[in-house]
């Protein structure tokens, strides 16, 4: 106490010290705003061939005709494939927002790296799965119908994303822990996957056998899924 006051006067450190830092928000991040403004310019581009093919969307998830009849119609399959694409990124976005998808070693990048990391975990997922598919030749199968089975996720994919998105704004208006909202959102996922995966396998089953389709779908679908939970889980 002697050496802090000194002649009746308090000594202070002119050291200043560190300023405490509050835990940021996800939009603080100068990276995910951009990418955030680029899923909303993207979403609002396509938001009317969306419109227009919500019908044939709505008939593939009620039978497995519908997903036929999208895949032979080439212009509406090619809007399908291009919407695909662009809703991959704000999909990407709400994984990385609510922690779906995360790794342990991701807590090691820095916040502005997370989104992109995020999206290149999702895209090695896909070119996982479409070297499954060009890996596992599917003999029994003619081009057109391996192509449908491949091109099925894409349908559930322009599913799950607005399910999300309304996920989102709810759980974030009523101030859901992100703990909560997280598994909320894997839920979902799991569910919306495993319609998918069973769309896929009346797709196949009406070409080969029921073991044979068990087969193929251990081999497209569900390795390269188990192979991202993998590294989801242990990594």
């Not at 951009?34 to 609002?44: G, Q």
């Not at 005709?65 to 976005?93: D, Y």
């Not at 309304?166 to 839920?187: F, I, K």
Request: with cysteine.
């Amino acid at each position: 106490m002697d050496e802090i006051f000194r002649s009746g006067t308090l000594e202070m450190s002119s050291i200043p010290l560190e300023a405490v830092v509050e835990p940021s928000l996800w939009t603080d991040v100068l990276t995910n705003r951009i990418l955030l403004v680029l899923s909303l310019v993207l979403i609002l581009h396509r938001l009317l061939d969306l419109f227009r093919l919500t019908p044939p969307l709505l008939y593939s998830y009620s039978r497995s005709r519908g997903a036929e009849a999208l895949e032979q119609s080439l212009g509406t399959a090619r809007v399908r494939n291009s919407i695909a694409l662009s809703l991959t990124l704000p999909f990407c976005l709400i994984l990385d927002r609510f922690h779906v998808l995360r790794p342990a070693f991701m807590d090691m990048i820095p916040a502005e790296w997370s989104a992109p990391a995020t999206i290149g975990l999702i895209l090695a997922y896909l070119i996982l799965r479409r070297l499954c598919y060009l890996f596992f030749r599917l003999n029994r199968l003619d081009k057109k119908t391996a192509t449908l089975a491949r091109h099925n996720l894409y349908n559930y994919l322009m599913l799950v994303l607005p399910i999300l998105l309304l996920q989102a704004a709810v759980m974030v208006l009523v101030h859901v822990p992100d703990e909560t909202a997280c598994s909320v959102m894997r839920w979902t996922l799991s569910a919306v996957w495993v319609f998918a995966i069973g769309r896929t396998g009346q797709i196949l089953h009406a070409h080969c056998s029921g073991f044979s389709t068990f087969l193929y779908l251990c081999a497209l679908e569900i390795l390269p899924a188990s192979v991202l939970v993998a590294v989801v889980v242990n990594f």
